[in-house]
């Protein structure tokens, strides 16, 4: 099977501008989670999609968004962006039901803001 | 408030010695347990879980024990191999919740 892929994984920016980032899960996987690693706060959830609905949601402003498609791909969004948003997104994918499921992670897009 | 905490920073282990990376929680909802394995700009690697209905939970080098009534869960690496040199998360979620809460991560580092 093939694992979680990102796109990009690399991108550049500067600051006001708007990004989305991209992730396919693992097939057959209905639940895409993201979240944001930074050297200060290290790695924080920021939402999570099942079904094409936000199930979950971390503590981040709302310039920070995202969607599920129908396939179960998602997207991430962040608009206005500050220096601080600079950081790795990684993408998990997992079934998305049980008591105890396991998240499996992609690659990640690392965001630099200038 | 950190809800997860890996109070190591750092381990240094002889390569074939046992490794042992530590991991406390707070949060008495928290019922499902992970480690990850993570390389610089990679995204974390899956390396093994535990629910709240077992205290120990093996495959193959690894084998993390949970001590529910201390809130404290271990992960044990024998024997360590040079491969094993990484950044590794303990992480814990609620039942049948999404969200993953992670340690700030423990760097092992495995001497030749």
């Known amino acids: 099977k093939a694992g979680v892929t990102q796109t990009p994984r690399y991108l550049i920016k500067t600051r006001g501008q708007q990004v989305t980032l991209s992730c396919s899960p693992i097939?057959?996987?209905?639940?895409v989670s993201w979240y944001q690693q930074t050297p200060g706060q290290g790695l924080q959830f920021l939402f999570e999609y099942f079904s094409e609905t936000q199930r979950n949601k971390g503590n981040f402003p709302g310039r920070f968004s995202g969607r599920q498609f129908s396939n179960s791909r998602s997207e991430m969004n962040v608009s206005t962006l500050e220096l601080g948003d600079s950081a790795l997104y990684l993408c998990?994918?997992?079934?998305?039901?049980?008591?105890?499921?396991?998240?499996?992670f992609g690659p990640g897009t690392r965001l630099t803001v200038l | 408030d950190q809800q997860v905490k890996q109070n190591s920073p750092s381990l240094s282990v002889q390569e074939g010695r046992i490794s042992i990376l530590n991991c406390d929680y707070t949060?008495?909802?928290?019922?499902?347990f992970l480690w990850y394995k993570k390389y610089p700009a990679e995204g974390p690697t899956f390396l093994i879980s535990i629910s709240s209905i077992k205290d120990k939970n093996e495959d193959g080098r690894f084998t993390v024990f949970l001590n529910k009534s201390a809130k404290h869960l271990s992960l044990h690496i024998v024997p360590s191999q040079p491969g094993d040199s990484a950044v590794y998360f303990c992480?814990?979620?609620?039942?049948?919740?999404?969200?993953?809460?992670f340690g700030q991560g423990t760097r092992l580092t495995i001497n030749p």
């Open positions: 097939s057959g996987h209905r639940s």
């Open positions: 949060n008495s909802m928290f019922d499902y």
């Open positions: 992480a814990a979620s609620a039942r049948g919740a999404q969200k993953l809460v």
């Open positions: 998990a994918s997992s079934s998305g039901q049980g008591d105890w499921d396991t998240q499996y």
